[in-house]
């Protein structure tokens, strides 16, 4: 029909924090410091210091930016043995709006 179409506010809430997500740091000129950059996730190699380290980058850059819209609960990064190179990253969140408990996952 032409006419642009919008989002409701739970997509556009995880579109943000997909924004966050994938946006690597020095990649916006005003906001130097925004961003996660989780792609380099998928070249670093695969442990247990990677999976602390990511899961500590991901829920600071989400409550540094989107704090006044979204509690972190928890940060869980995951990959199937054997399949190391995919790497699953699931955030919980609750929305303070709406107090409502939300899931993401990610597979990168």
């Given at each position: 029909s032409g006419a642009p179409r919008t989002t409701g506010p739970d997509d556009h809430l995880r579109?943000?924090?997909?924004?966050?997500l994938f946006t690597n740091p020095g990649e916006r000129v005003n906001l130097p410091e925004f961003g996660a950059g989780v792609h380099q996730l998928v070249f670093a190699p695969n442990?247990?210091?990677?999976?602390?380290s990511a899961q500590f980058l991901i829920s600071t850059n989400?409550?540094?930016?989107?704090?006044?819209?979204i509690n972190v609960n928890q940060v869980g990064i995951t990959s199937v043995p054997g399949e190391e190179e995919a790497v699953?990253?699931?955030i919980v969140y609750t929305v303070l709006a709406t107090q409502q408990r939300q899931n993401l996952q990610v597979q990168l």
């Open positions: 579109d943000l924090i997909l924004q966050v442990g247990n210091a990677l999976r602390s989400l409550q540094r930016w989107l704090g006044d819209r699953v990253i699931e």
